[in-house]
């Protein structure tokens, strides 16, 4: 066998476990790069002679190696025996990082505390951010905010998996249901969320397409509504798309980042959320797909159109001619009453 030809660092065994894994997928990207040695770390970039000193920037005593940022440098150790993982093998220096992270995934961890486990590879995670930011914006983290932001993390992972999960079943059981068209009511968004409710008119005479959309916050607070004339579209499900992706253009333009996007067209929200198949609107989908991933977090959500009236009222609602874009700071009074059932 040719001695030059080496497999890819880190065990095919261990890395598969990583795809397996049910947390987010930046986490797998992360681990998976981390167990193939294709983090910047010192003596990563010193091997591509990327960087000559392939010192650690927090103890400027051993080279940053993946073993020596992650586990071994005295702000990691400090990090892993707060944590209250029970491990001992985690801080034990001299167990290569392979070994460890054998440890950490092969563990009943993930099966009986998944808890802890989720905290620990959020703790790598945060070792890592905490790391460049002390590299790249000189900005000092301390140990205890690094273990704080990784709890974070896991308790804010949690509850949007589980506020998906509550979502995912409300539709399957709405679709379940007859068309009943009574109005239920409309749902806040989770903590630190906003909720985007949009809807698209379309003339088939003229051909124009109009959207309207408001924004609440977790409370239920307006925060602010808006009207457009989008392009000409050839029918009522492409205004529906159009309107969806103003309204994430919206979103996105006032730095919201973990949104809920819910309209009045089942198909919209079925072919963005994969379950349908339509190349006829390939290009809607895509630009969609576009502005999805720019979110931490986009969801989008079908409600019944009796549930979906002030979104309904906006986008079909004149706006002066030659205007083509309207936003209320304050509630229309064309709304209100609407806008009061809902709160
Ligand atoms: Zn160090």
Redesign the pocket.
Known sequence: MDPEIQPPPGKAEIKAKIWKLKTAPKIKHFLWKLLSGALATGDNLKRRHIRNHP????????D?TSQ??FF?????QQVWRASGIPHQELRTTGITMETKMELLLSSCLANRQPQLFNLAIWILWRLWKSRNQLVFQQKSISWQNTLQRARNDVQEWEDTNTYVQSLNQQVHSSRHQQPTMARTKWQRPPSTWIKYNYDGAFNHQTRNAKAGWLMRDENGVYMGSGQAIGSTTSDSLESEFQALIIAMQHAWSQGYRKVIFEGDSKQVEELMNNEKLNFGRFNWIREGRFWQKRFEEAVFKWVPRTNNQPADILAKHHLQPNQSFKFHYYVPAFITSTLYYDH
């Open positions: 010192q650690c920037h927090r103890c400027c005593q051993e940053e020596h940022l071994d440098c005295f702000y990691a």
